[in-house]
């Protein structure tokens, strides 16, 4: 079997991904500092210990295993964060992956799958945003990705890297078999916080609720992390094959609102929940909403889980599942 190296392989998407890795055939390789990612996430192959910042740890690792391909994951993600301390990263998400371009290019990997995002875009011109859409980010975290995807471009001029960068829109829900899900810390994503609140009774804070939306609340496109990890395998399959360099965005091509989405878990849980308004973010458009044409016709992508209810329900399960088994194995309770 193919091995591939998962970076940030112990994250949310990241685990998702491998799990589709190793579904189809491949050897998931997960390489994670851990800082943000968890290593009971790591089920579907070994799980190699290190840091992007640290360019010998990762030539090591890419000279033993020879991996047929990368999916690069590892960044910090946190849009607030991000323009609070925007130097940790562009230090990180960006010269983490000029180490590992080095590397990749001294051993002759050639091939890598990268998690991008729709935040490269900015304040969108036109809705559904195309990949066309000129990319003005407007927050170091958007920035640092961008940056990331120019330097591919400019390495598969130069290197004859190939590289396909898929720009995600808001990831969600979990894994069917409830085998893995979204566990941030903090977290800062609204669905696991809307769940979090309709189990604590506590309200959840709506960031803003002055936007230029229908009701005031940011609006944004909801994908299933699972059609994520599919969509990965595309495009792994794809630069295996032969294909070239491109960029593509996914996402359901809907949006939903902070109320609908807090609407949408109410009827999933059953339970009302019950909200405060606080500051808008820095950094948060009013609307994000994609269209994923490209992909879907040129690799035939296909959602199988487009339903903001859906996602929601999956996500559910998920956290009540985790819990009922933490409170099995007594790490909520202090039994162990």
């Known amino acids: 079997m193919k091995r591939i190296l998962v970076t940030g392989g112990a994250g949310y998407i990241g685990s998702h991904a491998c799990k589709a890795l190793a579904a189809a055939g491949f050897t998931p390789l997960c390489f994670d500092n851990l800082s943000r990612g968890h290593a009971h996430a ?6 190699i210990e290190g840091d992007l910042l640290d360019p010998k740890a990762i030539d090591q690792v890419i000279a033993e295993v020879r991996p047929a391909a990368v999916m690069h994951f590892a960044a910090y993600s946190y849009v607030g964060e991000s323009v609070a301390e925007p130097t940790t990263y562009f230090r990180n998400n960006f010269s983490g992956t000029l180490n590992l371009l080095d590397s ?65 829109f808001n990831a969600a829900g979990a894994d069917e078999a409830c085998e893995i899900g979204e566990q941030h810390e903090p977290e800062t994503h609204l669905i696991p916080l809307v769940l979090a609140a309709a189990k604590s009774w506590l309200p959840v804070t709506v960031h803003g609720d002055d936007y230029d939306t229908p009701d005031g609340t940011c609006i944004r496109d909801y994908i299933h992390v699972s059609d994520l990890a599919d969509a990965h395998i595309l495009a792994l399959r794809s630069l295996l094959a032969g294909g070239k360099s491109s960029s593509y965005n996914l996402g359901n091509g809907r949006g939903y609102s902070v109320r609908e989405v807090i609407s949408a878990a109410e ?10 308004v606080g500051d808008r973010r820095a950094g948060d458009p009013a609307v994000l909403v994609g269209d994923a044409t490209k992909f879907i016709n040129e690799l035939g992508w296909q959602i199988q889980r487009p339903d903001i209810g859906a996602i929601i329900e999956s996500a559910w399960r998920w956290h009540t599942r985790s819990e009922l088994a933490a409170l099995d194995d007594g790490s909520v309770t202090g039994r162990k």
């Open 104 to 168: 990749m290019r001294r051993h002759a990997v050639d091939c890598l799958v990268f998690s991008s995002t729709c935040a490269t875009y900015g304040v969108p011109d036109q809705l559904p945003l195309t990949e066309d859409h000129p990319q003005r980010p407007i927050n170091p975290y958007g920035a640092s990705k961008l940056m990331v995807e120019r330097a591919l471009a400019d390495c598969s001029v130069a290197h004859g890297l190939r590289a396909v960068s898929l720009r995600y």
């Open 267 to 276: 009827r999933v849980t059953g339970r009302p929940i019950a909200t405060s």
């Open 42 to 47: 790591v089920k579907w192959g070994p799980l």
